[in-house]
């Protein structure tokens, strides 16, 4: 028993660790894709992030030998992919031509609720009314911004596509999470280049230009986004994803609004009003409240726990 302990101690640390990192890396995504789509056409510009980014990934997974995912692992992967990084991140880039990098973070703040909602509905995990009440909390929070938006006259589809977003990386999570599991760095480079697929697809489809950038920036924004925020974070979160619930996993989209928002208004990217604060802070606590909060559980009188919600009330 003394020579267990130290190894669930060290696979806790690491995957603690490698949660934490995700998050502050991921924190600038949503900035560098703001920078790629000033300069380039939004569905093109999440090519040049996935292709390369799986190309890579392929080149780490042939020096090291890995085994590509087969049959249901394969399926998955591929499945994991589209959604993930074809429908979610080709919304994403769409909508951060008009929206602000830290506001589209807070929509897919919403991601937890709906992971868990979507984990219900798979029966990966149980339903809980807790998280029903934070979904109706998460909702006047959107609603308090959009109405701001409207006021301002800014258009919906962006904000609605974020939404869309946020219920494409809950499916896709859920999902993987379902498929028997692969390496995470094999299912990630089946995974973005799945998503490079439908993405250049869109891009032929809208009949975008496909020029290479001319600006540092847009260079420099592609480089990280192609290295740490495609096949880091993403290769960490699988990792974090074989050792957490999905629902538990997805709780990282909740810590990314705060390292945006605070990069975005240093730079200059984001403006912060009052509605937008308020806002956010509601879809947080209904976060909070239908995916993060664990109550006590009932206790009879002799502080035995109670097993039914019925025996509670």
């Not at 994403?92 to 973070?105: D, E, K, Y």
């Not at 109706?136 to 301002?152: K, P, Q, R, T, Y």
């Amino acid at each position: 028993m003394q020579t267990q302990t130290p190894i669930r101690s060290s696979k806790d640390f690491l995957t603690y660790a490698a949660f934490i990192t995700a998050v502050i890396l991921g924190g600038f995504n949503s900035i560098s894709i703001h920078f790629v789509v000033q300069e380039l056409p939004p569905f093109w510009g999440a090519t040049l992030r996935f292709a390369p980014a799986s190309a890579l990934l392929f080149l780490i997974v042939l020096v090291r030998r890995l085994p590509l995912p087969k049959g249901r692992a394969l399926l998955g992967a591929v499945i994991f992919g589209v959604l993930q990084f074809g429908v979610a991140f080709g919304l994403m880039f769409w909508s951060l031509q008009t929206i602000s990098p830290g506001f589209s973070q807070v929509l897919l703040a919403l991601s937890p609720l709906l992971t868990l909602l979507f984990a219900v509905l798979h029966r990966q995990e149980t339903f809980r009314w807790q998280a029903l009440g934070g979904s109706l909390l998460a909702l006047g929070g959107i609603a308090l911004i959009f109405a701001d938006h409207l006021s301002i006259k800014v258009s919906v589809l962006p904000l609605v596509a974020i939404i869309l977003a946020a219920a494409s990386f809950a499916e896709s999570t859920v999902i993987v999470k379902g498929f028997p599991k692969s390496h995470p760095i094999t299912t990630n480079a089946v995974g973005m280049a799945a998503g490079a697929v439908v993405v250049f697809g869109l891009s032929w489809f809208w009949q975008e230009p496909h020029p290479l950038p001319s600006l540092p920036i847009t260079w420099l924004s592609i480089a990280y986004l192609v290295i740490f925020g495609s096949s880091i974070v993403f290769t960490l979160m699988l990792f974090v994803l074989k050792r957490w619930t999905a629902s538990a996993t997805s709780y990282a989209l909740v810590l990314l609004p705060f390292i945006t928002i605070l990069v975005s208004s240093l730079i200059g990217e984001e403006t912060l009003t009052p509605a937008f604060l308020v806002g956010g802070a509601v879809i947080l606590l209904g976060v909070y409240i239908g995916a993060l909060h664990k109550p006590k559980p009932c206790k009879d009188q002799e502080g035995l726990p109670l097993r039914t919600q019925a025996e509670c009330e």
